[in-house]
Every structure is written in C-alpha cells, then in structure tokens.
C-alpha cells in the first residue's frame, strides 16, 4: 500500500504523524510525503537573523535529513508562500497537489482535519485544497481513502506545550494505529533533525506524554468501531 502524507510545513510530519510514517514503514508500506513551503517564514528567523528564503533553504536541508530518518520513498518540497498560502489563488495549490498525486500515485492520502490541529491558516487551507483534490481524482486514479492525522481529546488536553491543540470527539474518529516505543523514538529522531527549531520543540510534544495512539478520521466513512489499520474494508 502506498501511502501518500500531504502537508504545508516542514515538522509537520514530525509533530505526531512521524510515529506513523515509522509504523507504516516497518509493515511494509511505501510513504511518500508532500510539503507545500519551505517553512521560511518562521519567527525563529528572527533569532537567527536570516531572510525568508535563507531560513527555509535550511528548512529544507533539515527536511532531507527526516528522509533518511523515516526512509521516506519519496519527498518533495514546494514552495509556495509559508504563511500565505491564503493570499494566493486556491487553484494554484489545488493544482500543485494534483500534479504530484498523478506523479506518484498513491492509494491513500492523509492530510490534517478540518480544525487543523493547531488552527494555523495553512493547516486549514491545505485540508480544504487536499480534500478538494481527492474528491476530483479519486474515481479516475482510484484513490482508496483520505484520512486526516488528528489528535483525541485527552492528547490535545494532555499537551503542555506553547500551543493550545485542537482535537476529533470519539465519535468522529475513525481508525486508531497502536503504534509502539520503536515508531515514538523514531519520531524523536526526526524532530531532532530540526536543528533550529529545537527550542519550539522542547517547549511544545517534548513537554507532552508520548503519544501510542495515533488517531484518523475519515472521509465520507464512518465506524462506530474505530479500525486498527488505514488499509482496512478497501
């Protein structure tokens, strides 16, 4: 199974769903991952006195170091405006991700929720250009399934990071992955490659329990009994 993770940052990846990237790996699947910025944009430029492109430049070379970490079998890096990503014409996203799902065609696409965990406007827009795209390709490309990382309600309460984290109510979870002790170290290891955001981390999942649940909704399908694996009833 192919599984194809679309997001708009660099560390993305890393803030939870990399425990799943290893999970998924370590049973055989093929993952690729879909960035849509460079992430330059981020204030801790500010602290390391570098423009917009020079930090995401560095963002990206951190990025290439979480490839080999969770042996991504496919990585790529855009970069449309990080942090702007609502200022632009949606079609130019929306065309950007269909481009690289006909690349690399994958069966199941996972992306963040509607809330987008944090709120930030870039995780909104890109579940909304995800999910657009997917409904637009799926019976030509026969794509399986788009499943959304999210967190549960005791996660996001549980987090005593900088951010206050949103979260799925129970019933609108759809698939729990138990994920183990090997899967959570090897997201640590990809959180270790961002060097210059190591601060950020420290005060935000560093604080938290780790996390053995990793939890999916589900688009256009429901289970009142959540399913122990994305590639279940394909």
Known sequence: MHYLFIFPHPDDESF???????????????????TLTKGGATKVRHKLNLSI????EIRYKEMLC????????NLTVLDLPDSGLKEIDPRIIEQSVENYIRKVSPDI?????????SGFHDHLITHSVVKRVYVELKSELHLKRLAFFTLS??????NDGIHRLNYSNDEEIDCILNVEEQDVSKMNEALDCYITYA???????RKSPPFYKAHFELFDEEYQTPLSNLNLDL
């Open 153 to 158: 309600k005791n996660q996001a309460q549980s």
């Open 53 to 56: 492109e020079e930090m995401g």
């Open 109 to 117: 696409i996972i992306t963040y929720p509607v809330h987008g965990i």
């Open 199 to 205: 601060e950020v981390i420290e005060n935000s999942i």
């Open 66 to 73: 979480v490839e080999k970490v969770l042996n991504l079998d």
């Open 16 to 34: 939870g769903p990399a425990s799943s990237i290893s999970y998924l790996k370590r049973h055989g699947n093929k993952v690729s991952l879909l």
